[in-house]
């Protein structure tokens, strides 16, 4: 089993350690920093299935190091180390949905 320390991982660990809900968390982001984030992408960002790297996220980077007490360098070098992992669908169960069709 692979052990990396990613981005997503970081966050989620910090923020449960913390004694945050995702919900809180994003509230926090808006209210201090004008980070408007919903909890879904953060979920999506916890699990790193959102590239962090994108230049988008660097505001969210800082506020993350700033809220949990993080070094801003060390955050930075996890961020560029993350790479994003795809979903993985394989033992998933999809329903199957059949039109009836009616003859007229």
């Not at 809900?21 to 916890?46: A, G, T, V």
Request: with cysteine.
């Amino acid at each position: 089993m692979e052990c990396k320390i990613t981005f997503g991982r970081v966050l989620s660990s910090a923020r449960k350690n913390s004694g945050y809900l995702q919900r809180e968390l994003c509230e926090l982001l808006k209210s201090n920093y004008s980070i408007d984030i919903d909890h879904y992408l953060l979920s999506k960002l916890e699990n790193n299935h959102v590239d962090i790297k994108l230049p988008e996220y660097d505001a969210l980077v800082k506020a993350v190091a700033e809220i949990f007490s993080l070094d801003i360098g060390w955050l930075e070098t996890i961020r560029q180390q993350t790479e994003v992992e795809q979903l993985d669908l394989s033992g998933g169960i999809f329903p199957i949905y059949v039109k009836e069709h009616k003859e007229h």
